[in-house]
């Protein structure tokens, strides 16, 4: 009889506390440039077309091994012709690249969203679109933002609310009826609001902000984390100073904070702004009913990542991701120059961010199917 009675007890309990358990993984990613020798570099005097598929060939396992990829588009497609610096504007293919690599995410506002205009926002939207990359940040009229933002995301059973917005647009104005999302607090108050009436299992903020080449945030960029947390944001991700900032993973309070990502791919060759990072994440959602669920920062790590510019008469670009201890990117580096800033790179990457970092380690695990620079694959 006790026997029983503690058997049904047991049943009885494990039903009552049934519950379900899954899983997101994130990647984020900084400053996606377009400079001049970059767009050269993509250029196929034979074919006469663009092609950026080689130089990102090295991360795209990274990219495409995550649940939900996203970065900072800091440049426009508004069609030819073609320039960087100072108003950016890159061949369509950059963006069909960017997709194919598997980002699902493009965030616009930026101090160079505007550089080609209405015309150039307007057309950066389009081929997005086309691509099929969610995106948000900039918008054609008021009626584009009323009914995108905030940019709900799903996957995985997971729902995700992301907003971004820019400092300013380079004293460019904006031409009406377009939207740029500025870091207004009022506005991103309301933003926030409207965001958490969508029930989502997290609230991503993609800030563009703070100073170039600093290297730790200042007073303003905190203050504006902890205003974003303060009114739901679980996540805070910086871009702009085209140098890293430190992350912090504030685990108690379920928050995620990476003050700039720095380069994920640019023509900058000086010192701390030939790379940068990519954050990479994992959420808990653990479902205990249909429309009760709680969901968390699991996991939070970075993994570094270095451009490559090759001292060859083409002089082509390669992302080249820096896997912890691994030796294989440098095996790729063919002249000793290109080698001693990449070691100084890494060097000082490891060195701010180990010292400033909280709780953030940079990843040693590599993504599942992971593609050597020697061109091997790693199952």
Partial sequence: MKIAVSFFFCFSVTFAFAQDT???????????????????????????????????????????SVDLAIGNLELTLAGPPYKGYPQFGSPDALGATLKDIGFDVLVTANNHCVDR??????????????????????????????????????????????????????????????????????????????????????????????????????KKEKDLTEFCFKHGAQMVIGAHPHVLQPMEWRKDKNQFVAYSLGNYVSGQRKRYTDGGAMAYLELQKISFEADSSVTTIDSAGYYLGWVYRTVVAHKDYYLLPVNGEKKDSPNFIKDAESLAAFKIFVEDSRLLLRKYNKDVVEMKRLPKRFTTTSGLVKQ
């Fill in 117 to 218: 205009g209405r015309k150039g926002l307007e057309r950066t939207i389009m081929m997005l679109d086309s691509f099929k990359i969610a995106h948000t940040g900039t918008f054609v009229d008021s009626l584009a933002r009323i009914n995108e933002s905030p940019l709900f995301v799903e996957k995985n059973g997971f729902k995700l609310a992301i907003l971004n917005y820019t400092y300013g647009t380079n004293g460019i104005p904006v031409t009406k009826p377009n939207i740029v999302n500025h870091l207004d607090t009022a506005v991103m108050r309301q933003d926030l609001r409207e965001a958490r009436d969508g029930n989502p299992d997290a609230i991503i903020v993609f800030t563009h902000w703070g100073s170039e080449y600093q290297s730790l945030p200042a």
């Fill in 22 to 64: 899954t899983r997101l993984s994130l990647l984020f990613a900084g400053d996606i440039m377009g400079h001049d020798s970059q767009i050269a570099s993509a250029y196929d005097a034979v074919k006469k077309t663009y092609d950026y598929t080689s130089c990102f060939q090295f991360v795209k396992p990274y990219v495409d």
